[in-house]
């Protein structure tokens, strides 16, 4: 926008008290004076008060610089101090079949019905899923899921 690149001065002076908490830099500041001169905008029209332009700006941008500098003040190069480290992947085990077998002797006959069929499943399924395949309603096999894990949970201390 036209009037901002014209008043570079009056954004530095109103961002100044807040500028050196802002995670950013000059050229994030003009942007977002842009926002700012595009939300004031907006409202003038609105308000069909064009004469007060620059005091509506000033306080949309402020408060737009209050956020921005709501955050921590940052320091020169942070990515060299806090880069973070690639997450380890523990290999998880598969349970075996006599686990699984173990572990579903605590359930009742439908409960490891139903537990079975979720192992079997290629990707997580909800509930709602659950109780269109057993012609239950939701809250039941939410129902019969809780019971089977705190059963299981159970059975296994």
């Known amino acids: 926008m036209l009037w901002v690149s014209e008043n570079h001065s009056l954004i530095r002076k109103i961002a100044s008290p807040y500028y050196m908490y802002i995670a950013g830099d000059k050229e994030d500041l003009y942007q977002e004076a842009t926002l700012a001169a595009y939300k004031t905008e907006i409202i003038i029209r609105k308000k069909n008060a064009p004469e007060k332009f620059v005091q509506f700006f000033r306080v949309i941008f402020r408060t737009d610089c209050i956020k921005m500098a709501s955050g921590l003040q940052t320091v020169h190069c942070l990515e060299d101090y806090f880069l973070p480290l690639p997450e380890e992947t523990i290999p998880t085990r598969e349970p075996k079949k006599k686990d699984i077998c ?46 089977s894990v705190q059963r299981i949970a159970e059975a296994s201390l």
């Open 102 to 147: 173990q572990a579903l002797k605590a359930v009742s006959k439908r409960q490891k019905e139903i537990c079975i069929w979720l192992l079997q499943q290629p990707t997580p399924v909800s509930t709602p899923d659950i109780a269109k395949e057993f012609n239950v309603s939701r809250r039941h096999a939410c129902r019969l899921v809780s019971n």
